[in-house]
């Protein structure tokens, strides 16, 4: 049920607050607040600086699918239908912040990657141009046309506006003013100072008094450079990966067979810059992972490299310069922003509202279930887990073959140790916890031949098969 909320809104803001949620894909924790970025900053420096900032924010899943579809519900996935083998459609009849917006008389925009048309996650917002071309990037025309929506005075407030940018993902492809090692270490971190210095124009034609900006990311990244005694060891994105994933943004429509040609070649190239010369004996268990690991396969490992996202709040009424070091989840931004607004769901759903946290008062910490992606024909390992803030979880969903994985947090953060015969009882516990994640009957949505074909398409480009 709705409380006072005129009452509320008179108290709070001279109109409905406007909404901006950006969602950075693939951007790491610590590669956006912390001694272990390199980027160049200001402007996400200011927005935690002038907000709250959340240090151990955890996502549902390493997928951009399963990520978004909890962050705009405050849903697991596996209670959506989408956590099993193989992948499944969104459900379209689950509340999500574009809905409940909607009704509250909001005008919701989207501006994402095609991937989450092909899944279904935009179809409760109104603009007709809810996505772009997966190649297409905010250095080559997108960043001018977001930033013109705002210019031009083409959006309507009050509005909640969902920015999806898939510049991080694999691979990097950094803009040429950009290309210093003055903006980073790594190819990664100069894209994240480039991404940076657009937020700083788009900000110029936000009316920062009245909107509520939020920043976060679907899930994390391998970074594949390593500092080691006899130099830098980068395996990031070869010159060939780059070039063929520029053309795909030139090739017209009608020839998207050949993109998906060219997505093979891809593939094929970021195999080959495994093959390299120096001494992997001198390697760390972490050093083998970031390096060797990758993301884009089925069936990946839950470790926090890809599972650890930035979380800024900041605007009106959200305290300054507020670090908050406690586990949230991905989950709770939903809540949060419904609570900020002063509404209520009537079904129930697994997020938790940060608000008390944010306003500095006692919250208990709750528990994340993560698991991996799945597949499109149901031919990879799934994993899955539970994290708290001492602790993490792993083992196989189906695979009694596998041995669990039990991670220190406090005292091995890069998680190379696993510690599982010596915790029986915890793991004990936690097993008792993951029975929901694998006995949970959701109900799953299909996809029909054509939409199926679509979407296996879609992945084979950005690499994911």
Same mark, same amino acid.
């Given at each position: 049920?709705?409380?006072? *909320?005129?009452?509320?809104?008179?108290?709070?803001?001279?109109?409905?607050?406007?909404?901006? *949620?950006?969602?950075?894909?693939?951007?790491?924790? %610590?590669?956006?607040?912390?001694?272990?970025?390199?980027?160049?900053?200001?402007?996400? %420096?200011?927005?935690?600086?002038?907000?709250?900032?959340?240090?151990?924010?955890?996502?549902?899943?390493?997928?951009?699918? *399963?990520?978004?579809?909890?962050?705009?519900?405050?849903?697991?996935?596996?209670?959506?239908?989408?956590?099993?083998?193989?992948?499944?459609? &969104?459900?379209?009849?689950? !509340?999500?912040?574009?809905?409940?917006?909607?009704?509250?008389?909001?005008?919701?925009?989207?501006?994402?990657?095609?991937?989450?048309?092909?899944?279904?996650?935009?179809?409760?917002? /109104? $603009?007709?141009?809810?996505?772009?071309?997966?190649?297409?990037?905010?250095?080559?025309?997108?960043?001018?046309?977001?930033?013109?929506?705002?210019?031009? $005075?083409?959006?309507?407030?009050?509005?909640?506006? &969902?920015?999806?940018?898939?510049? *991080?993902?694999?691979?990097?492809?950094?803009?040429?003013?950009?290309? +210093?090692?003055?903006?980073?270490? =790594?190819?990664?971190?100069?894209?994240?100072?480039?991404?940076?210095?657009?937020?700083?124009?788009?900000?110029?034609?936000?009316?920062?008094?009245?909107?509520?900006?939020?920043?976060?990311?679907?899930?994390?990244?391998?970074?594949?450079?390593?500092?080691?005694?006899?130099?830098?060891?980068?395996?990031?994105?070869?010159?060939?990966?780059?070039?063929?994933?520029?053309?795909? !943004?030139?090739?017209?429509?009608?020839?998207?067979?050949?993109?998906? /040609?060219?997505? =093979?070649?891809?593939?094929?190239?970021?195999?080959?810059?495994?093959?390299?010369?120096? +001494?992997?004996?001198?390697?760390?268990?972490?050093?083998?992972?970031?390096?060797?690991?990758?993301?884009?396969?089925?069936?990946?490992?839950?470790?926090?490299?890809?599972?650890?996202?930035?979380?800024?709040?900041?605007?009106?009424?959200?305290?300054?310069?507020?670090?908050? /070091?406690?586990?949230?989840?991905?989950? +709770?931004?939903?809540?949060?922003?419904?609570?900020?607004?002063?509404?209520?769901?009537?079904?129930?759903?697994?997020?938790?509202?940060?608000?008390?946290?944010?306003?500095?008062?006692?919250?208990?910490?709750?528990?994340?279930?993560?698991?991996?992606?799945?597949?499109?024909?149901?031919?990879?390992?799934?994993?899955?887990?539970?994290?708290?803030?001492?602790?993490?979880?792993?083992?196989?969903?189906? !695979?009694?073959?596998?041995?669990?994985?039990?991670? %220190?947090?406090? !005292?091995?953060?890069?998680?190379?140790?696993?510690?599982?015969?010596?915790?029986? +009882?915890?793991?004990?516990?936690?097993?008792?916890?993951?029975?929901?994640?694998?006995? &949970?009957?959701?109900?799953?949505?299909?996809?029909?031949?054509?939409?199926?074909?679509?979407?296996?398409?879609?992945?084979?480009?950005?690499?994911?098969?």
């Amino acid at each position: 049920m709705r409380q006072d *909320l005129d009452t509320y809104i008179r108290n709070n803001f001279v109109d409905k607050p406007n909404i901006l *949620l950006i969602v950075v894909d693939s951007l790491r924790s %610590d590669k956006c607040f912390g001694t272990k970025k390199t980027s160049i900053t200001p402007i996400m %420096d200011k927005l935690i600086e002038n907000g709250t900032y959340f240090e151990q924010t955890i996502s549902s899943a390493a997928s951009t699918i *399963l990520a978004v579809s909890s962050l705009l519900t405050g849903i697991y996935p596996f209670k959506l239908g989408l956590g099993g083998t193989n992948y499944k459609k &969104y459900p379209s009849d689950k !509340n999500n912040l574009a809905r409940v917006l909607n009704e509250f008389g909001y005008t919701t925009y989207a501006t994402a990657p095609e991937v989450a048309s092909d899944f279904g996650l935009v179809c409760d917002f /109104k $603009n007709p141009d809810t996505t772009y071309d997966n190649y297409y990037s905010l250095f080559t025309g997108l960043g001018d046309e977001i930033i013109n929506k705002f210019k031009n $005075n083409i959006i309507e407030s009050p509005w909640f506006f &969902y920015i999806h940018l898939f510049d *991080l993902h694999t691979p990097v492809i950094v803009p040429s003013s950009f290309d +210093d090692d003055k903006f980073g270490t =790594s190819q990664y971190e100069k894209m994240v100072s480039a991404i940076d210095d657009w937020l700083s124009k788009l900000f110029e034609h936000v009316d920062k008094e009245n909107t509520i900006i939020i920043l976060t990311s679907d899930h994390g990244e391998y970074i594949p450079v390593v500092e080691t005694n006899d130099g830098l060891i980068s395996l990031e994105s070869s010159v060939t990966d780059k070039t063929l994933w520029k053309l795909g !943004n030139k090739i017209p429509k009608n020839l998207y067979p050949l993109k998906r /040609k060219m997505g =093979s070649i891809i593939r094929k190239s970021r195999e080959k810059i495994k093959s390299t010369n120096f +001494d992997q004996n001198k390697l760390s268990t972490y050093e083998k992972r970031i390096l060797f690991s990758s993301r884009m396969s089925t069936g990946h490992k839950l470790y926090d490299d890809l599972l650890k996202v930035p979380l800024i709040f900041s605007g009106p009424k959200v305290p300054k310069n507020n670090l908050i /070091k406690n586990m949230v989840r991905q989950i +709770d931004i939903f809540p949060t922003i419904l609570e900020i607004l002063n509404l209520s769901l009537k079904d129930p759903i697994d997020g938790k509202s940060l608000l008390s946290l944010i306003n500095g008062k006692p919250h208990n910490d709750s528990f994340a279930f993560i698991e991996s992606p799945p597949s499109i024909k149901d031919t990879s390992e799934k994993y899955i887990g539970i994290r708290n803030s001492n602790y993490k979880y792993i083992r196989n969903l189906n !695979n009694d073959k596998f041995i669990p994985e039990l991670y %220190d947090l406090k !005292n091995d953060p890069l998680e190379e140790k696993n510690i599982s015969s010596e915790q029986p +009882d915890l793991i004990k516990n936690m097993e008792k916890s993951l029975k929901i994640m694998q006995n &949970y009957d959701a109900t799953e949505h299909d996809f029909d031949e054509n939409e199926k074909q679509k979407v296996e398409n879609t992945l084979k480009k950005l690499g994911y098969i």
